[in-house]
Structure formats: C-alpha cells, structure tokens
C-alpha cells in the first residue's frame, strides 16, 4: 500500500479537464511549492499544485488552506 503522508481526499478539482481527488494542507513559515512537492511527491506534481491553486510562484503564504491534487 502506498504511503499518503497523511493525505485525505476532500474533494474533487478540475485539472487539465479531468476530475482529480484533492486533500488539503495550510501553508506553514517556510513552506514553497517545490518544499510541498517534496514532501508530497508521491501523491502529485508541481504543475497539478500550481493549477489546483492558481499559483505562478515558489511563495506562498503562510495559513492559506492549500488544494493537493492527489494525481500520482
């Protein structure tokens, strides 16, 4: 069985016109976009983040409640 890292599907959102399960995650000091793919690469990519939560950067914000596609 594949580790989640404590993911669990909450949802449902549209990536690249296909439904994908998403978990979610609040931003912690010093988190980034490559910091999460990291952390959750076994369940998503960079690009599934980015188009999950409309981001264009490596910085976000700390306590915003962020989607995590779960596509991997």
């Given amino acids: 069985m ?10 449902q959102v549209l990536i690249n016109e296909r439904e994908v399960p998403f978990a979610t995650y609040r931003v912690q000091d010093g988190d980034t976009v490559y910091g999460l793919w990291l952390k959750f690469r076994d369940k998503t990519t960079v690009g599934a983040l980015n188009a999950a939560n409309g981001l264009q950067g490596n910085e976000l914000a700390v306590g915003k409640t962020l989607k995590i596609p779960l596509v991997a």
Avoid: H, Y
């Fill in 2 to 11: 594949a580790k989640t890292n404590g993911l669990k599907p909450v949802g």
